[in-house]
């Protein structure tokens, strides 16, 4: 067997894959060890304070060891990967292809996370702390647990004692319980403690199975306390408990949801917000993107209200450029921008994100709906990268596509604006004197009273709601 030297192993850590993030989540590999990978190849995916993003590995070589299970937060600047290259490669292969011959599969065993199974490396590990027994006294059980913990198979394992009559919690064998590292992050995003569950699998090893009967089983007896204690007073079933995993449930808050809420608190209570609200009769602009819809120009492109209404807040910024701007507290300046980042808040199973049109002010309308359609593609896919997310100068939020009237948008951090659409129904109108059917909308626009005042944030709201209104004037006011 060859042996690998420490020269011919290059560590992979967790970049940073947006603007000053701390730490990312390990949401998927895609390789494992022993796999040969090239430069530039995919070999897991990470869920960052910002976005899902997906890391290439730098170099070619063959995988010697992932570092962390899938569902871990690891620190940036962490190694993740350990990686064979050049003379080392072939070495680092060696291992698994005897392993594979040498060490049959038991029968009934279930397979283990990426990582996790046999060892491919010759290099000896640091002991875990109460490890110091020879491995020949392990028990069957002992034995499963030092390869669910990345130690490989265990030695041929001595005869076990007789078993003790079972318990009515996981057994105890001198180390945590036997659980595989995606039952493990069930068990914490449950709150349910390990040490408490019965387990169903072979050897002793809990099952996903397990850990959702542990959350819908009946709290221990009271019987089951030392007899030298006095018993508790009874509690009436109705009577709710401090925490009931049967009433409530927990979700970890981490990625882009933490984010988020760091953010937005952040944003609520250092910007003064201010909101003002106009409603407008929006039937030409829907007529519009009817014709849109037809036109050759628009074939395979996104037409709907919303291109047409960030057209019309282009406009108004155009028309009122110092709208377009941030508060620098540092330098107590106001920074106005000469471009326009147009953000569009997306809802996403990983929580809001904000990605944006860059220089979104220079494109014509179908350019604009080629954009729009690719930012709402990509953030649907979980795609959106994370610099996609940075830079924006005012942002659109479009609540209508959910029933809402309207809203009091909290504006993106670093922004002085946003506006928020409201959804586009048939109202009783007065037209041209009469009463009659229209597509009316809400608007409210949000903005940083330090920089904007109410005049500057009227004209803006009232130049979008006569765009919207007249879309005619998107030509004469472009």
């Known amino acids: ?55 290439p590995i730098p170099y070619d070589g063959v995988v010697r060891e992932l570092h962390f299970p899938e569902g871990t937060t690891v620190d940036v600047g ?13 070495a680092a292969a060696e291992p698994v292809q005897e392993a594979v011959a040498e060490e049959p599969k038991p029968e009934g065993r279930q397979p283990v996370l990426v990582g996790y199974g046999v060892s491919t490396s010759s290099t000896k590990r640091r002991p875990r702390k109460g490890a110091e027994a020879p491995a020949a006294a392990q028990t069957p ?45 069930l068990a914490k995003d449950l ?71 760091a953010a937005m608190v952040g944003s609520a209570f250092t910007a003064p917000h201010v909101t003002e609200f106009v409603t407008v009769d929006v039937t030409r602009t829907m007529k519009l993107v009817e014709e849109l819809k037809q036109d050759k120009e628009y074939t395979g ?42 953000g569009i808040a997306a809802a996403t199973p990983r929580g809001l994100i904000v990605p944006n049109i860059k220089d979104a002010h220079a494109q014509t309308l179908p350019q604009l709906a080629g954009s729009l359609g690719e930012l709402v593609s990509t953030a649907r896919e979980g795609k959106t990268s994370p610099a996609a997310m940075q830079g924006g100068t005012v942002t659109i939020t479009n609540v209508g596509v959910f029933g809402v009237d309207t809203g009091t948008p909290i504006l993106n951090p670093g922004e002085s ?14 037209h041209k004197g009469k009463v009659k059917p229209r597509q009316v ?9 330090r920089l904007v005042d109410g005049e500057l944030g009227s004209k803006v709201l009232a130049d979008v709601a006569a765009v919207l209104e007249q879309p005619k004037r998107l030509i004469s006011w472009a």
């Not at 962490?78 to 072939?90: H, K, L, P, W, Y």
């Not at 041929?156 to 009515?168: D, F, N, R, T, V």
């Not at 019309?312 to 507290?329: F, G, Q, T, Y």
């Open 1 to 55: 067997m060859t042996t690998m030297t420490d020269s011919s192993v290059r560590e992979f850590k967790m970049p940073d894959v947006g603007e000053g993030l701390t730490e990312a989540e390990i949401l998927k590999w895609y390789v494992q060890p022993g796999d040969t990978v090239t430069d530039g190849q995919v070999v897991c995916e990470v869920e960052t304070a910002k976005a899902a993003v997906e890391l």
């Open 78 to 90: 962490t190694s993740i990967i350990a990686v064979a290259v050049g003379d080392g490669a072939a």
């Open 141 to 185: 059980t002992a034995a499963i647990q030092a390869e669910l913990n990345g130690h490989g198979p265990a030695a041929p394992a001595a005869p076990a004692a007789p078993a003790a009559p079972a318990a009515s919690a996981a057994p105890v064998t001198g180390d945590r319980p036997l659980a595989k590292p995606p039952v493990r992050k």
């Open 191 to 261: 709150g349910v403690d390990l040490a408490t569950v019965v387990p169903s699998g072979p050897d002793g090893i809990i099952t996903r199975e397990d850990v959702h009967a542990a959350v819908a089983a009946p709290e221990p007896a009271q019987a089951a306390a030392p007899r030298s204690e006095p018993a508790a007073p009874a509690v009436s079933p109705s009577a709710p408990t401090s925490y009931d995993t049967t009433r409530e449930t927990r979700i970890p808050v981490k990625g882009v949801r933490k984010a988020t809420a």
């Open 301 to 342: 492109l996104r037409v709907n209200p919303l291109l047409l209404i960030a057209k019309a807040l282009l406009v108004a910024i155009k028309r009122n450029p110092d709208i377009n701007a941030s508060w620098d507290e540092a330098a107590q300046e106001i920074v106005v921008k000469h471009y326009v980042n147009l």
């Open 417 to 430: 604006a946003i506006l928020a659409v409201g959804a586009i129904k048939l109202q009783p109108w007065v």
């Open 441 to 449: 909308t809400t608007l409210a626009l949000s903005f940083d009273h």
